[in-house]
């Protein structure tokens, strides 16, 4: 069973940067394509990157464009998730999870996911 640990999460002031991880447990990640999510009080889950399992192909939600980079080592079975510029909006618990693909979506549904780590961007 694959279990997902994030952790680099923290209080930043605006424009700041953060490296977040997400390692794994169990089987590979050579396997999984890792997607990252966020959920701020009040507001529904949002998709922010994914990456394949390959590491050759990324997504990213509009929000991040140009701010977040996400890269993975798969020798230490683990994700990193680099957000730079941040903004106050980008406050919110991070979770990565992963899900069983050649191909990095993030309107589809993910098999497993982290405990989640609070990021929040305030002065």
């Known amino acids: 069973q694959l279990q997902l640990v994030e952790s680099g999460g923290g209080l930043v002031q605006p424009g700041g940067s953060l490296r977040l991880s997400c390692a794994a447990s169990?089987?590979?990640?050579?396997?999984?394509?890792i997607g990252w999510f966020r959920q701020a009080p009040g507001k529904e889950r949002e998709g922010v990157s994914c990456?394949?399992?390959?590491?050759?192909?990324?997504n990213y939600a509009d929000s991040v464009k140009g701010r977040f980079t996400v890269s993975r080592d798969n020798a230490k079975n683990t994700v990193y998730p680099q957000m730079n510029s941040l903004k106050p909006e980008d406050t919110a618990v991070y979770y990565c999870?992963?899900?069983?693909?050649?191909?990095?979506?993030?309107?589809?549904?993910?098999?497993?996911w982290g405990q989640g780590t609070q990021v929040t961007v305030s002065s």
């Open positions: 999870a992963a899900r069983r693909d050649y191909y990095c979506q993030l309107g589809v549904p993910y098999n497993y």
């Open positions: 169990g089987p590979s990640l050579d396997y999984y394509t």
């Open positions: 990456l394949s399992r390959s590491g050759l192909s990324t």
